[in-house]
């Protein structure tokens, strides 16, 4: 088929040009008329005489016949926005989140049914929501006159669900300190009817008691079964946990006096339910309002004590912990939002907490561990916080640099995560098997792999932005191999979360799980995208040769695409009642419709779960909800088919089979559309492709939502 001649544009409309849109030059011009907008040439041309556009062909009239990607617009009057002026309508994202060019492309998409966003206007009409509110998942409505102080006996078990399985690495609390205060409170309310005037009689400080209710809120998160299992709380347990939340947060406004640690404290456990409960904006104003504590109380820097003999020990390791915790927090909390940390390394000098349990810790003594110590992990995923942030300050992953400069960075911080983990502790290493630990080391080593899954991701996903094409065999072996530690970690991430799902424990509170789901997921749809166009070659079949990672021969994209699959519905199914299920729904849907554009055949009728050839109907089909456990038995869930589904032709991409969606409700913010747009006009991703895609928003407004709060993205 002969190629299109491109025709060159020397001149584009006002609208393109403002937009630095790509513009046919016509009047009307293609993009004005899908946009139904006044197409106008007034503006002064400054390159020599001005030439009148030509009328609009007959067939241009209709937005389904204009080819924009064949114009090529030559506007050049006005140079960039700078970095450090790119700020764009309603929210500043920092210089480096290239939301200016998103921002450009909100104004210059089409208004259609499937794809509304509010303006301004139209929000601050529908939405009495809080400016740090906006954009989290609405909370539960509950009532502060329905609180009561829980029965001793609840009151303990949630306490130590908390410790046990509800804070495997941001441990900021010393338990029998918590415990103490527990049972004073509830001595000194003995005679009370209900416990309601727990807040009266107890001399315990507000900070303390609001501490108590914010462990029993992350705790009531999760449910015993009747086996013993933990599950995930049902309704009745979430709006109980959300009482509690908001009966600590009244404590909390009135809280008066000198701030303490116990006031930081409680502020961070907001953070963490805020988090945990999909309000991740509330969270990170929370999260700056605690760190602004921790920095008036000096815990960040050592300072020189008059009589080191006095110092309470317990105290001393609390404010490290609460120090270090917040850190690591801020590390993840500016890389979801694609926000500013928080913290940065150069203003704090504060030592690591201490090796050592809770149970070893006393106002005078520290008992070296005899065990295994409940302190590792914490400290072990701060210094793997500590080498995200550096990633994240390196100039690749957002503006590009050399070659071999890249390269050399990647190395560098590859090897530092590598380095990291021979530092591990057996139990937290993998070498143990999970089955053979207790339950809260179970939890720390799985936060720890998919936090180390996390960081490989993040340093090695600038790779899948290049164009390799031709250059492919004559490329620096180190490609290859950065590239297969890339997808071998988005690999292993999603095997693993997998294994949450046939043990079901993929619980709706695991925010941090379900974040790095997406990003595997993410990472693996790019690289099928790209291997489909051409720019990067099969990593399975050229490099699991030399790869270091034995496990290379099964980067399969078959396998990788099946696995992908399976994994985005538990995603969905997971993330149905409280994460951010429009960022990873939506734009996991998005990467996967280009894979349809690009030739992928999707044929089969089962659900996206299914092995390929299955003939299981859907969820909506038999009405069966597929959050319900039994539906995964029923469903065989469990199996995820690795199988080649067609043979791969000589020179020519894999086709894949899978699921039909083509009938979905589908809601995009035009925000995710614009960012896509770079795959439909067939240009070559932007290096800072990843950053746009982090600083996309996390939730739909709440016009997105239906009255009952559930989200209309599937």
């Known amino acids: 088929m002969p190629q299109r001649k491109m025709r060159k544009v020397t001149r584009a409309c006002d609208a393109c040009k403002f937009k630095k849109k790509a513009c046919t030059g016509t009047l009307p011009c293609g993009p004005c008329v899908r946009r139904k907008a006044d197409c106008t040439y007034n503006t002064t041309y400054h390159r020599g005489v001005a030439v009148s556009p ?29 970095r450090a002026s790119a700020e764009v309508t309603d929210q500043y994202w920092g210089p480096t989140s290239a939301h200016s060019f998103l921002g450009r492309a909100v104004r210059d998409l089409p208004t259609t049914t ?53 804070a495997p690495t941001y441990r900021i609390l010393h338990q029998p300190t918590v415990e103490a205060i527990v049972r004073r409170l509830y001595q000194s309310d003995i005679h009370a009817e209900g416990g309601t005037s727990l807040l009266t009689q107890s001399g315990e400080s507000t900070a303390s008691r609001a501490i108590v209710l914010l462990a029993f809120s992350t705790a009531s998160m999760f449910q015993v079964d009747p086996e013993g299992r933990m599950r995930d709380a049902d309704e009745r347990g979430w709006r109980v946990s959300e009482l509690y939340y908001i009966k600590a947060d009244q404590l909390l406004s009135r809280e008066t006096g ?30 700056g309002t605690t760190i602004q ?36 927090l801020d590390k993840y909390l500016s890389v979801i939002l694609g926000r500013p940390r928080l913290w940065h390394d150069e203003d704090l000098d504060e030592e690591l907490p201490a090796r050592v349990n809770d149970q070893d810790l006393s106002s005078t003594t520290i008992q070296p561990p005899k065990r295994d110590c409940m302190m590792d992990a914490p400290v072990f995923h701060a210094l793997l916080a500590r080498i995200l942030a550096q990633a994240a300050k390196e100039p690749y992953v957002v503006s590009g640099i050399s070659s071999r400069e890249e390269i050399s960075t990647i190395q560098t911080l590859c090897a530092r995560v590598a380095q990291w983990q021979a530092e591990l502790p057996p139990f937290l290493s993998g070498i143990i098997h999970p ?20 960081v490989l991701m993040f340093i090695t996903r600038p790779l899948l932005l290049r164009n390799y094409g031709q250059i492919w065999p004559d490329c620096d072996p180190s490609y290859r191999q950065y590239l297969s530690v890339c997808l071998t970690a988005a690999r292993d991430a999603i095997e693993l979360i997998l ?19 997406f990003n595997a997921l993410s990472i693996i749809y790019i690289y099928l995208i790209q291997v489909q166009r051409g720019r990067i070659f099969h990593i399975s079949h050229n490099y699991a040769s030399t790869s270091p990672d034995n496990r290379s021969s099964s980067l399969d994209e078959a396998m990788l695409y099946c696995l992908s699959e399976t994994a985005q519905y538990h995603l969905a ?21 280009e894979l349809e554009r690009l030739g992928l055949r999707l044929h089969s009728d089962g ?59 589908f809601l995009v913010d035009p925000r995710t559309e614009s960012l896509f747009d770079l795959f439909a006009m067939d240009k070559d991703l932007m290096l800072d492709f990843w950053p746009q895609l982090d600083t996309l928003p996390i939730s739909m407004t709440p016009s997105a939502l239906d009255p009952k709060g559930k989200r209309l993205i599937p």
């Open 435 to 454: 089955s053979s630990l207790i339950p809260s080391f179970q939890r720390q080593l799985t936060v720890l792999q998919l936090a180390r899954y996390h």
């Open 607 to 665: 659900p996206p779960h299914a092995p390929v050839g299955s003939n299981q109907t859907g969820p909506e089909q038999d009405g069966q909800d597929p959050s319900d456990p039994s539906y995964r038995e029923v469903r065989g869930l469990d199996t995820v088919s690795a199988e080649n589904p067609l043979a791969e032709s000589s020179g020519t991409p894999y086709q894949f089979a899978g699921p039909q969606r083509s009938s979905e409700q």
């Open 573 to 593: 199914d997971a993330t149905v009642r409280n994460a951010p299920s429009w960022k990873y729904s939506a734009i996991l849907q998005s990467l996967r419709r």
């Open 54 to 82: 030509p009328p609009s062909f007959p067939q241009h009239n209709t937005p389904s016949s204009i080819d924009e990607s064949t114009a090529q617009e030559d506007v050049t009057e006005e140079p960039l926005p700078s």
């Open 499 to 517: 294994t949450f799902v046939r043990e079901n424990q993929l619980f709706h509170a695991f925010w941090y799980s379900q974040y790095i789901a």
């Open 258 to 287: 000198a701030p303490s640690l116990e006031s930081a404290q409680a502020r961070f456990l907001m953070v963490l339910y805020l988090v945990s409960s999909s309000r991740a904006h509330k969270a990170w104003f929370t999260l």
């Open 114 to 166: 499937s794809n509304v966003i509010a303006t301004r206007e139209d929000r601050s009409r529908t939405s009495a929501t809080s400016i740090f509110l906006y954009g989290d998942r609405v909370a539960p409505e509950v009532e502060l006159e329905d609180f009561k102080w829980p029965d001793r006996v609840i009151a303990d078990g949630l306490i130590r669900r908390y410790f046990e399985f509800a």
């Open 293 to 328: 504590l921790i920095m008036a109380l000096g815990f960040h820097s050592r300072r020189p004590r008059r009589d080191p003999g006095s110092v309470d020990l317990i105290q001393r390791e609390c404010q490290r912990r609460i120090l270090w915790c917040s850190y690591t």
